[in-house]
């Protein structure tokens, strides 16, 4: 069975580790995040600080573009993009990673709090029932003080999150502890 998370697609171009899971997985990527890559890919701003690294981190948001690109996958993603929160049919990158692109709706629940990016993210777990991988502790923090009802690992934790993670009945009785 695939474990599922709620990523931005940027994460999955800066942190190649997320790419050879030790099971099989379903990046889910909200819509605008993929939009997001075009901006970085091709703007004056750099991703990360060493220009070594920026450029790899930029090389690698590219192949990434493509492989959305690709006809089967954009014809898949076009569907999706009816309907608000449709999903997308599998992109399968290999074996064990596949991307479902989901076409998440900004409202306004969350929207002073978090930016656009982030709302969808967080309402696309909420919605789905999937845990959120990030790498922002702001971001975090901030899901924790607005006591958002989601799951949200570290990205430095992805391994335990994809071969143990936390079923959330347990965090329940974390709580009445």
């Known amino acids: 069975m695939r474990r599922r998370f ?10 190649g580790h ?7 997985i379903d ?3 909200p819509y605008s ?3 997001e890559l075009y901006d970085m890919r091709d703007g004056v701003e750099p991703v990360m600080d060493d220009p070594d690294d ?7 948001i590219g192949e990434l573009i493509t492989f959305f690109e690709e006809p089967l996958n954009r014809k898949k993603i076009e569907k999706a993009l009816q309907m608000p929160w449709r999903e997308s049919s599998a992109l399968l990158l290999n074996d064990d990673i596949q991307f479902t692109i989901v076409h998440a709706v900004d409202n306004a ?5 978090f930016d656009p990016i982030e709302t969808e993210l967080l309402l696309s777990g909420m919605k789905l029932n999937v845990p959120l991988l990030s790498d922002q502790f702001e971001f975090q923090d901030k899901l924790l003080e607005a006591e958002v009802p989601v ?4 990205i430095e934790d992805f391994e335990f999150a994809v ?3 936390i079923v959330i009945e347990e965090i329940d009785t974390l709580r009445d502890i």
């Open 18 to 24: 997320l790419l050879v899971p030790g099971r099989p």
């Open 54 to 60: 920026d450029a790899h981190v930029k090389s690698k």
């Open 163 to 165: 071969e143990e993670g």
């Open 6 to 15: 709620v990523i931005e697609a940027v994460m999955v171009a800066t942190y």
């Open 151 to 154: 799951q949200v690992y570290d």
């Open 109 to 113: 629940h969350y929207g002073d709090y």
């Open 27 to 29: 990046f889910v990527v």
């Open 33 to 35: 995040s993929i939009c």
